[in-house]
């Protein structure tokens, strides 16, 4: 779990359970609680807890309310909480707290009503105007969020009813506040936000995680010195601070990499799985991890990708992450190690079935062998995945849809696997990997210009993929052939979302290049 998921408040965690998920919520929730004198529903405390102490007062009307809630009686759901209210002045509005529960039930449209009924009735209560701005931030509406964030900043600074609920709408404001600059990349007008945050709540892991990244993003300078070593401070005062927060060379080396800075990237991931390595086991296996994570997204790192990922494993031999890894880091060998790939995207898929990234590369593993028992079960777990993400309209649909043509491919279904990959394609935001598989259909049809175009649209991905090393030789391969020395995969792709070279389109030759669907390849397809 991510230091920024381990600050989410119980309501954000219930907001995917609807009300039969909000039940269970409460009964695992209630076993996990300590004891309190009343015995109240673990959801009284994520209600109110930001407002008052529930061991410190008889707030067993709330309790009463939140029954009634699950029990779909919301007369009595509101009369308990207007009641509630009357008796502790300290309490939120109750159509706010409402509006919580029915968010915690997943029930946006209720929620919203709710919402703008506090607005109404409350005007110069700062509760419900977060609430909305949260809504706005989430749905990437960064004007609406700014002016909502801003009008509660100016409301909490009049706000005396409650010292304990300005606390939480001054850090939530300027939180706020820093997530709209930052969505737009205004590194300057996000600091003095995270600043005030920090002024609020000195100890905040994630809101000096925050500014560390604020800090390097400033920085304009090509090495970035300044803003490197003002973001390490930062990252260490986080660390201080929960021990569970990312490891500054981590955090260092992933800045570096997003600005491209490939060497400098390197040098931290040195010192992370090196000299500054923790002790601790639970840290030192999140780090290697995390470098693992890394070495793969990188383009040239595959033996560093093997030996994190053996590291962790050493760290944490059960650890289902480090097995996931392992297993990809041994696809990106040269030649590919499938028997290492396939030993633990199995286990890891055995034991958890709905492991869709294991599933679906495990799907590819026993596809690229030549056994046809693991090719019929490459095909059998493809279609369920494409079966159970089919229409979500999500990654995991075009993954799930690529790799099931991958496999008909494999198959030599070549027929099947084109109409399949197309539909990737036209979907709008097909993966490199899609882009991989089209070539190399396009190429057993013959049509190898469009190959061409199709593998070199997928290498102008910017992170690495496991068709990578590949897609480089077939596209070296198709260019020798084609009498077309230039090498354009370098050029940066104006789109994202580039015209696909279609197999409609008329095929420019017979021959076919590259890798045929005869040979073992070691890399990309056998």
């Not at 009735?121 to 609406?144: I, M, N, Q, V």
């Not at 496991?466 to 370098?490: C, F, Y």
Request: aromatic share 8%.
């Amino acid at each position: 779990m991510s230091m920024f998921m381990r600050g989410r408040t119980w309501t954000s965690l219930a907001s995917g359970c609807g009300l039969l998920g909000l039940l269970s919520l409460c009964a695992g929730l209630f076993s996990n609680t300590r004891a309190q004198a009343a015995d109240y529903s673990p959801l009284v405390e994520p209600l109110i807890g930001n407002a008052v102490n529930i061991n410190e007062g008889d707030y067993s009307k709330v309790d009463k309310a939140v029954k009634r809630f699950l029990r779909g009686d919301l007369d009595a759901t509101k009369s308990f909480l207007e009641d509630a209210k009357k008796e502790h002045k300290m309490l939120p509005p109750p159509e706010f707290m409402l509006a919580q529960l029915w968010q915690m039930a997943n029930q946006g449209a209720q929620m919203r009503v709710e919402l703008e009924t506090c607005v109404k009735l409350h005007p110069d209560d700062p509760d419900a105007y977060l609430s909305l701005a949260d809504l706005a931030l989430g749905e990437r509406r960064w004007t609406d969020a700014g002016l909502e964030f801003a009008y509660a900043k100016s409301l909490a600074a009049k706000f005396t009813e409650n010292k304990k609920r300005l606390l939480n709408f001054q850090t939530r404001a300027e939180n706020g506040l820093a997530l709209v600059a930052e969505a737009r990349d205004n590194w300057d007008e996000a600091k003095p936000h995270l600043t005030a945050w920090l002024a609020l709540d000195p100890n905040s892991a994630a809101a000096h995680a925050r500014l560390a990244r604020v800090l390097f993003k400033a920085d304009t300078s090509d090495k970035k010195l300044d803003g490197a070593k003002a973001a390490y401070a930062e990252y260490k005062e986080a660390l201080k601070n929960d021990t569970k927060s990312i490891s500054p060379d981590i955090a260092l080396a992933l800045l570096y990499e997003d600005a491209k800075n490939h060497e400098q990237a390197r040098k931290f991931i040195g010192l992370a799985v090196g000299q500054d390595l923790p002790a601790d086991p639970e840290s030192r296996l999140a780090t290697l991890i995390a470098a693992a994570h890394w070495a793969i997204e990188s383009s040239d790192q595959p033996t560093e990708a093997r030996d994190y990922a053996d590291m962790a494993l050493k760290t944490k031999p059960d650890s289902q992450e480090a097995k996931f890894l392992r297993g990809v880091a041994a696809r990106l060998q040269s030649p590919k190690d499938n028997v290492t790939a396939e030993k633990y995207l199995q286990d890891v898929f055995m034991s958890s079935p709905s492991n869709f990234a294991a599933s679906n590369q495990f799907a590819q593993v026993l596809a690229e062998q030549k056994d046809k028992d693991k090719r019929q079960r490459a095909l059998d777990i493809a279609q369920i995945n494409q079966k159970m993400y089919a229409g979500q309209k999500n990654q995991q649909e075009i993954e799930a849809t690529a790799t099931l043509g991958w496999v008909l491919f494999n198959m030599e279904k070549i027929n099947e696997a084109n109409q399949v990959v197309q539909a990737v394609l036209k979907s709008g935001t097909p993966s490199p990997d899609a882009w991989y598989f089209e070539a190399r259909i396009l190429q057993e049809m013959g049509k190898s210009e469009d190959a061409k175009k199709a593998v070199d649209v997928a290498l102008r991905w910017p992170k690495n993929f496991v068709h990578r090393p590949d897609a480089k030789a077939m596209s070296t391969a198709l260019a020798r052939s084609l009498g077309t020395d230039t090498d354009d995969t370098s050029t940066t792709a104006k789109s994202n979302n580039p015209t696909p070279p279609s197999s409609d389109n008329p095929g420019t030759g017979k021959e076919t290049l590259g890798p045929s669907k005869s040979t073992t390849s070691t890399t990309g397809g056998r």
